[in-house]
């Protein structure tokens, strides 16, 4: 498998853990409130700006000429904004 392969494959099963999320929430008989899933949706967006190529620029120290910003330090700032998001479930 390669690595971009792989890298699809775990962004799909962390897609499928958000879902599953509301899912549970949903069997269970707890219902997910319009806060929750905006915050769900949020972390969704989030999860999806983690591309390879962010990733590939962050390995190699790449920097994102529209940002200034190396790709390390973007991926920095989406994994707070996880953080932060994921502290409000």
Do not use: C, Y
Request: zero cysteines; hydrophobic letters at 40%; charged letters at 35%.
């Amino acid at each position: 498998m390669t690595e971009i392969a792989s890298f699809d494959t775990e962004i799909g099963a962390a897609a499928t853990r958000v879902l599953g999320l509301e899912e549970d929430r949903e069997l269970t008989g707890i219902k997910a409130d319009d806060a929750t899933r905006a915050v769900v949706a949020e972390i969704s967006r989030l999860e999806q700006l983690k591309t390879p190529r962010l990733i590939s620029d962050a390995v190699l120290g790449k920097t994102n000429p529209r940002t200034g910003k190396t790709g390390l330090l973007e991926l920095q700032d989406i994994e707070t904004l996880l953080d932060i998001e994921r502290a409000k479930l």
